[in-house]
Nanobody, 116 residues
């Protein structure tokens, strides 16, 4: 059974940094993409960033230059370094694993609060 365990959320002041980590277990297929999504209250879940096996990365326009995604393929882990955080980025952040055949798998989410 696939399990995604996230860590690293919390409370941070505007302009501060957080690092999210996710470890996937029970994987029996090739992971095409690992990434992070977020969902703010009253809003739809949106892609923050994802990374492919080749190292290809894709970021939401709003986080480019501030967030950095990295992945350890051997360990099935993905990290998201978030710098210069803004209050509007308060949300639940979800780890995601995607395979073209198996589909999407999600973590339970980790809360990020950006507030003074």
């Amino acid at each position: 059974q696939v399990q995604l365990v996230e860590s690293g959320g919390g409370l941070v002041q505007p302009g501060g940094s957080l690092r999210l980590s996710c470890a996937a277990s029970g994987i029996s297929f090739t992971i095409n993409f690992m990434g992070w999504y977020r969902q703010a209250p009253g809003k739809e879940r949106e892609l923050v960033a994802h990374i492919g096996g080749s190292g290809f990365t894709n970021y939401a326009e709003s986080v480019k230059g501030r967030f950095t995604i990295s992945r350890d393929i051997a360990k099935n882990t993905v990290d998201l370094q978030m710098d210069s955080l803004k209050p509007e980025e308060t949300a639940v952040y979800y780890c995601n694993v995607f395979n073209h055949v198996a589909g999407n798998y999600w973590g339970q989410g980790t809360q990020v609060i950006v507030s003074s």
